[in-house]
Each structure stands twice: as C-alpha cells, then as structure tokens.
C-alpha cells in the first residue's frame, strides 16, 4: 500500500503539467474548495493550486523537501502562502513554492493562503523581493533573479542600483546563469562551491560539458562532491597575447565578432575588474580554436598560392588539427609528402641584423660596422650559391610544417638524406646501379655505408621516442587520479627544482646557472638533473627566490605571486612592517594635504552659494 507522500508525490507531478493562463481577473471559486481559516486567512483545496512559471527559482533539494514535509505532517503549514485569482477558477502560487511542494509530499489537502490580484509583472516583483529576502539565498537564486532583471531591460548599473548591489556581484551572477543545466544543478545540491561555479561559468558550453564528462561521472549521485578543477579549466583557458591571429579581426567568426570586447575575454571586464586589465585570457575553447584555425588557413592559402611548393615535408609528429587541415586543402591533397629526415633542406641565409653589431658603450653608442659588413660579404656569397644551387634543378620547392604547427617555404633535394654535417652522402639507388655496372668505387661503398649508419642511428632516435611515449602514456594513465599517489619522492623534488629553474626567464636564466654551476656547468641532461638533485638547501632556496623575483607579477600587491614574494621577505628578514609604516606615514602626510586642499574648496563653495 502506498503512503500518502508517495500518492502526492504522484499527485505533485499530475499538477505540475497543468498549463496556467494568467490573467488579472478571476472566477469565484466554489465554497466546497475554499474555507476561512481562523486566523482569517483563506484555506484553498491544494489541488487547485498551480505552480507559477514566472518564478525563477527553478530547483528544490528534494532531500531537504522530504525532512520539511515530514515536519509539515505533524504540525501543519503555520506560515500562509500567497496566491492569484486565475480566469480559469485555479490559483497560481505568488509565494510559498516550497511549502506547496513539501505539503504535497505531507498529503496535506489545503493551503492557508492570501489570495490576491496581480499583473504578471506584479508577480515577477514579489517573487524577486522574496527570494532576495530570504536569509543567505543560493547564488544560483540570485543570479536566476538578476538574469530576469536583465530579460527585462534593466542594464547592470540599473540591478545592482536596484537590488542594492555592486556592479561585480552582478555581473559575477549574470555569469553563473551560463552554467549548463547538469552544473547548475550540482551547484544547487553544494556540491561545488561558488569559486567553482564562477570558473566553470566563465566557459563555453562546449568546453563545460567535455568537463561534465571527464571529470564528473556518477554526479547525480548523492555522495558526489566536485574536486579541485583550477588545472582542468586551464586547458581551456588562452592567453590572447600569443594568439595565431588579429585580436580585432571580425571576419574569422562573423557569429562570434573581434576579441576585443568580447565577453569571454578576460581584459573585457577591466572596468569591474581593475586587476584584470593586465591580462587577456580567452575561456571561450571552441571560438578560440576556430578562429585559430582560419588564421592557419588563410596564411597556408596566401603561402601556398604565391609560392606553389612541389611538395610536403613533415617532421615525425604535427598537430592532428594542422594535419586533418592539409587533408581538407584541394591544392595540398594530391601533393607528395616527404619525411623531414629523408630530405636535404637547403635553408637560404640570414640577412645579418644591424642590432646585432650595435653596444653601448662608456661614451655611447658604439658600432662595429667592420664586422656588419663583413658579414653582408658573406650573406651576399652565401645567396648566390644558394640561388645557383636552386637554377640548376637539384632541388624542389617543399612547404615543410614542423611538429610545433609552423610552416615555411623550403628548398630540398628529395634524392639526398639529411647530412647533419657528415659529408656528402650517396643513394641506396646509386650504389646499387654502380655494383650491377661494375663501376662501384670504395668512396661509393664508404659512403653506403655512412648512410646505413645515419639511418640506424636514426632508427634508434624514433626507438627511444616510443620508450618515452609508452612510459608518458602509462604515466599518465597510472596518476591522473591522486589516490595513486603514494608519497613524495626524490624524483619528485628534483622535477619541481628543473621546473623551477626552467621557469626563469633568460636573463637571470644565466645568472642563476653561473651561480649554482660556476664554471663545472652540466654538460648533458643526464648531469642537469643530478646537479638539481644533490642542491644544497641554499641553493634551492636561492632558486626559488630568483625563480619568484623574475616573474613581472612579482612586483605588483594584487597578484598572488607579490604576496607570496612579501612572505618570503618576511620570513628572509626583511623588515616588511618598517617598509610598510614608511609608505604610511607618506600617504597621511599626503592625505592631510588633500583634505587641507578639499576643505578649501568647499569653502569657497559655500562661499559662491552663500552670494547668490
């Protein structure tokens, strides 16, 4: 037999498909279905009573409903709701959506209501004033409300005026209405946080639901509680000042428009957000990555047109998006395509830069224009063989892409194998012809045998690339979930002090590697490494000052690594508080002066308004 939480539990769902047609005026309800309570308010059967679709709040715990309706079937509904006359003889529910859901699952059969007259537009006034009121409402309440706000017209300024607001905390519940429906509703249930939900939102929706796949399986279920995201969301997260193409370009996303002013770009917000002016991070993935594909296309298109190579040279592995775009391209597709390491490429030379010769020197600036033209003399030589070399047909015209998605226009010779500076190299087909003529020579022979050995070394190069790619891949695999993580090892702190060092930038690069090499510096990677491992702590602790110290972001108080140079300062003895006192008394001495100066202007003021 069913309870009578479970019957209205089906009775919740029946009412809630019932369609509602508002209107100002209403039929008199029958007697039979309304009562006076005695506290003079009115009792209206509960099967009446509709749910409002102008309310924005739009999802209830459910877990929390069942604990109030048990409540409710014990002590009642103390608290009325309110409700509006429908021409259709129902009532529409202004206030008390969720003591109507919890009475339904109480098996209660009537409301204690005020039964009111309202516009649509008195509703949606009420209900906001309501939710807003209500004691530490849900984030998602809120900016469910202030998106209504903004559906009708009001601009930010005008809401946060309105609701009593900043412009930020506006605009940061504005966002959170961009969270995808499964997101919302994990938000709803706590079980992410607000910081959560605000880098989420910041995303577009394609790059949000690839998240809710990877990272959040099982997340209907109860126990569920969403992990730290912050390195998930950087994947999907751009620095715009190293895009492959024009910021304010309109036409690589005619939908999507420039950059420049663009939501999703994080320089936009500068006027609410100050400290984000000095940055411009794209968190929109698909727009990102489809504007940076048509700005490849277009540079392959005008590269490929004015040069028409005769061939494809590729390294060993190039972007999957850079190559499915060669594939798709008419005038790439039936090209033939080369290996890097089976070609010679002849690279034509380098101009040589004036800067180059240019020093400061004690009385200024010198230059050394022996050595500039000295070096135009040999650029100029080296061109001309370079063009003759070109003239008489031992080479062809190649676009070579690279394995980091660049691209240029290349000579090569397709007969000859990459040389690496061992000499001139022979063919297998050579050698071969010249043993069935009976011509073959010990130079042709010696240098087969070079070739074999140049290939073979290359052989093992590609061996020791699959070593590492099967090691990255089970790696990978092994720790992307942190439970595997056992303990801190040494391999682990030494791979955090190359990071630290890799991080620094050239300048105190080379400063720091003299201070910590001197003049014993690592010769191979193998040394670097345990060079880094055996550091004295003062030579780690100097590394991570310097790495902290060279960062930009270091110098200013609303970034995260100046505070984190301010502690250690603190801990190294410097007298921060003293550093901080001297700036103070500057700044009231500076105060006093501008209050001195405000004072004077308003008496004068006064002084012009008393005239007149």
Same mark, same amino acid.
């Given at each position: 037999?069913?309870?009578?939480?479970?019957?209205?539990?089906?009775?919740?769902?029946?009412?809630?498909?019932?369609?509602?047609?508002?209107?100002?005026?209403?039929?008199?309800?029958?007697?039979?279905?309304?009562?006076?309570?005695?506290?003079?308010?009115?009792?209206?059967?509960?099967?009446?009573?509709?749910?409002?679709?102008?309310?924005?709040?739009?999802?209830?715990?459910?877990?929390? /409903?069942?604990?109030?309706?048990?409540?409710?079937?014990? *002590?009642?509904?103390?608290?009325?709701?309110?409700?509006?006359? =429908?021409?259709?003889?129902?009532?529409?529910?202004?206030?008390?959506?969720?003591?109507?859901?919890?009475?339904?699952?109480?098996?209660?059969?009537?409301?204690?209501?005020?039964?009111?007259?309202?516009?649509?537009?008195?509703?949606?006034?009420? *209900?906001?004033?309501?939710? /807003?009121?209500?004691?530490?409402?849900?984030?998602?309440?809120?900016?469910?409300?202030?998106?209504?706000?903004?559906?009708?017209?009001?601009?930010?300024?005008?809401?946060?005026?309105?609701?009593?607001?900043?412009?930020?905390?506006?605009?940061?519940?504005?966002?959170?209405?961009?969270?995808?429906?499964?997101? *919302?509703?994990?938000?709803?249930?706590?079980?992410?946080?607000?910081?959560?939900?605000?880098?989420?939102?910041?995303?577009?929706?394609?790059?949000?639901?690839?998240?809710?796949?990877?990272?959040?399986?099982?997340?209907?279920?109860?126990?569920?509680?969403?992990?730290?995201?912050?390195?998930?969301?950087?994947?999907?997260?751009?620095?715009?000042?190293?895009?492959?193409?024009?910021?304010?370009?309109?036409?690589?996303?005619?939908?999507?428009?420039?950059?420049?002013?663009?939501?999703?770009?994080?320089?936009?917000?500068?006027?609410?957000?100050?400290? =984000?002016?000095?940055?411009?991070?794209?968190?929109?993935?698909?727009?990102?990555?489809?504007?940076? =594909?048509?700005?490849?296309?277009?540079?392959? =298109?005008?590269?490929?047109?004015?040069?028409?190579?005769?061939?494809?040279?590729?390294?060993?592995?190039?972007?999957?998006?850079?190559?499915?775009?060669?594939?798709?391209?008419?005038?790439?597709?039936?090209?033939?395509?080369?290996?890097?390491?089976?070609?010679?490429?002849?690279?034509?030379?380098? /101009?040589?830069?004036?800067?180059?010769?240019?020093?400061?020197?004690?009385?200024?600036?010198?230059?050394?224009?022996?050595?500039?033209?000295?070096?135009?003399?040999?650029?100029?030589?080296?061109?001309?063989?370079?063009?003759?070399?070109?003239?008489?047909?031992?080479?062809?015209?190649?676009?070579?892409?690279?394995?980091?998605?660049?691209?240029?226009?290349?000579?090569?010779?397709?007969?000859?194998?990459?040389?690496?500076?061992?000499?001139?190299?022979?063919?297998?087909?050579?050698?071969?012809?010249?043993?069935?003529?009976?011509?073959?020579?010990?130079?042709?022979?010696?240098?087969?045998?070079?070739?074999?050995?140049?290939?073979?070394?290359?052989?093992?190069?590609?061996?020791?690339?699959?070593?590492?790619?099967?090691?990255?891949?089970?790696?990978?695999?092994?720790?992307?979930?942190?439970?595997?993580?056992?303990?801190?090892?040494?391999?682990?702190?030494?791979?955090?002090?190359?990071?630290?060092?890799?991080?620094?930038?050239?300048?105190?690069?080379?400063?720091?590697?003299?201070?910590?090499?001197?003049?014993?510096?690592?010769?191979?990677?193998?040394?670097?490494?345990?060079?880094?491992?055996?550091?004295?702590?003062?030579?780690?602790?100097?590394?991570?000052?310097?790495?902290?110290?060279?960062?930009?972001?270091?110098?200013?108080?609303?970034?995260?690594?100046?505070?984190?140079?301010?502690?250690?300062?603190?801990?190294?003895?410097?007298?921060?508080?003293?550093?901080?006192?001297?700036?103070?008394?500057?700044?009231?001495?500076?105060?006093?002066?501008?209050? /001195?100066?405000?004072?004077?202007?308003?008496?004068?003021?006064?002084?012009?308004?008393?005239?007149?």
């Amino acid at each position: 037999m069913k309870t009578a939480i479970e019957k209205n539990t089906a009775k919740k769902t029946r009412t809630s498909r019932r369609k509602v047609q508002p209107t100002a005026k209403a039929a008199v309800p029958l007697k039979s279905e309304i009562a006076t309570d005695e506290g003079g308010f009115e009792r209206v059967a509960i099967d009446l009573v509709d749910i409002s679709p102008l309310n924005y709040r739009r999802f209830y715990n459910q877990a929390d /409903l069942v604990r109030f309706s048990e409540v409710l079937a014990v *002590q009642g509904i103390t608290a009325p709701v309110t409700l509006r006359k =429908m021409e259709t003889g129902r009532y529409e529910l202004v206030v008390g959506e969720r003591r109507y859901r919890a009475a339904l699952l109480a098996g209660l059969t009537h409301l204690p209501a005020m039964v009111r007259v309202f516009t649509d537009a008195q509703v949606k006034e009420i *209900q906001l004033t309501e939710n /807003l009121q209500r004691e530490n409402p849900h984030p998602m309440h809120e900016a469910f409300a202030v998106s209504d706000m903004r559906s009708e017209g009001h601009n930010i300024e005008e809401i946060a005026a309105r609701l009593g607001k900043s412009k930020a905390f506006v605009f940061n519940r504005l966002k959170l209405v961009e969270l995808i429906a499964p997101f *919302q509703e994990i938000f709803l249930s706590n079980k992410m946080t607000l910081t959560q939900a605000s880098q989420l939102a910041a995303l577009d929706h394609t790059a949000q639901q690839e998240i809710l796949e990877e990272e959040c399986p099982g997340w209907e279920e109860e126990e569920f509680q969403l992990d730290d995201l912050r390195y998930t969301i950087r994947k999907y997260q751009y620095n715009l000042f190293k895009a492959p193409f024009d910021l304010a370009d309109k036409s690589l996303s005619p939908d999507m428009g420039a950059c420049t002013g663009c939501s999703f770009n994080s320089a936009s917000l500068a006027t609410l957000f100050p400290e =984000m002016a000095e940055k411009a991070i794209c968190s929109n993935h698909t727009c990102y990555n489809n504007k940076s =594909m048509v700005a490849v296309r277009l540079k392959l =298109m005008e590269l490929l047109t004015a040069d028409q190579p005769e061939a494809i040279i590729v390294s060993a592995r190039i972007p999957e998006n850079l190559k499915g775009l060669l594939e798709s391209m008419e005038i790439t597709r039936d090209l033939p395509q080369y290996d890097f390491y089976d070609v010679s490429i002849q690279r034509p030379p380098t /101009l040589p830069d004036r800067a180059d010769y240019e020093d400061e020197g004690e009385e200024g600036e010198e230059f050394d224009g022996v050595g500039y033209n000295e070096a135009l003399e040999e650029f100029k030589a080296d061109m001309d063989a370079f063009e003759l070399l070109k003239e008489v047909g031992t080479t062809r015209k190649g676009l070579w892409v690279q394995w980091d998605g660049s691209f240029s226009i290349v000579a090569f010779d397709p007969d000859k194998p990459k040389s690496n500076g061992r000499g001139k190299e022979v063919t297998a087909k050579e050698v071969q012809e010249a043993i069935k003529a009976g011509t073959v020579t010990t130079e042709l022979l010696e240098g087969e045998i070079k070739r074999l050995n140049v290939r073979e070394a290359r052989s093992m190069e590609k061996d020791s690339e699959k070593i590492q790619e099967t090691v990255h891949s089970q790696f990978m695999e092994r720790f992307s979930e942190i439970g595997n993580v056992v303990s801190l090892t040494a391999a682990d702190q030494m791979a955090a002090r190359l990071l630290i060092f890799q991080s620094l930038n050239y300048t105190v690069y080379r400063q720091v590697e003299e201070s910590l090499f001197g003049e014993q510096e690592p010769e191979t990677y193998e040394e670097k490494l345990q060079a880094l491992a055996s550091m004295t702590d003062q030579q780690y602790s100097y590394l991570i000052r310097m790495a902290v110290a060279s960062k930009p972001e270091s110098k200013s108080p609303r970034q995260i690594i100046g505070l984190c140079l301010q502690q250690l300062a603190s801990d190294a003895d410097i007298d921060v508080p003293a550093i901080v006192q001297a700036q103070d008394e500057l700044a009231a001495g500076r105060k006093d002066k501008v209050e /001195l100066r405000v004072a004077d202007m308003e008496r004068r003021i006064k002084k012009l308004t008393d005239k007149a």
